[in-house]
């Protein structure tokens, strides 16, 4: 088979089930935005595997088992992002005496300016003071990027809020 007679081959099976693949995507994920995604990320893939997928005995059974596991994919990494997004926000009531509160909301607007992994390295290591080890563990990535992560959003905090009061929110400890 050339080039043109697959390619060919491949447009006409696009034409002919793209739609009942983004119909699947959209059962499997109920979202109506990334049906299309997912239709469209398996029709790449199922083109790179062209050859095996047309040799296939049931191509339409092959390209809804790609569907399936990119919808799954999906659906496991917004649930861990959910998992990162609410143990971020949990919050622990601390009591203080006297807070100041003009440094909690200067320190809560410098964190708002880190990006989501600096300020989550920051304060899942300082304010709850998880270790390397568990926060690279709550967050999906290794101890090392935590480590980096962590050091480049403490630096950048010191420089949005001062040394003194970047220590004030670390304890001025180091782990």
């Known amino acids: 088979m050339t080039a043109d007679e697959a390619s060919a081959e491949f447009h ?8 009942e693949l983004a119909r699947l995507a959209r059962l499997l994920t109920g ?14 893939a199922l083109w790179h595997r062209w050859d095996k997928v047309r040799s296939a005995d049931h191509p339409l059974a092959y390209a809804r088992g790609t569907v399936a596991n990119l919808a799954r994919v999906r659906i496991r990494g917004a649930v861990r992002e959910r998992r990162r997004v609410l143990l971020f926000w949990a919050r622990h009531p601390e009591r203080s005496e ?78």
């Open 12 to 19: 006409d099976f696009f034409e002919r089930h793209h739609a």
């Open 31 to 44: 979202e109506a935005d990334a049906a299309d995604d997912l239709a469209a990320d398996a029709m790449v």
């Open 98 to 175: 006297d807070p100041d509160v003009a440094a909690v909301v200067d320190v809560r607007a410098a964190l708002a300016r880190l990006p989501f992994r600096k300020r989550s390295c920051v304060v899942l290591r300082h304010a709850f003071d998880l270790s390397e080890k568990e926060t690279a563990q709550a967050l999906g990535v290794s101890v090392g990027t935590v480590k980096s992560q962590t050091s480049k959003g403490m630096a950048e905090l010191q420089r949005l809020l001062g040394t003194s009061a970047a220590g004030h929110l670390t304890g001025s400890r180091s782990r």
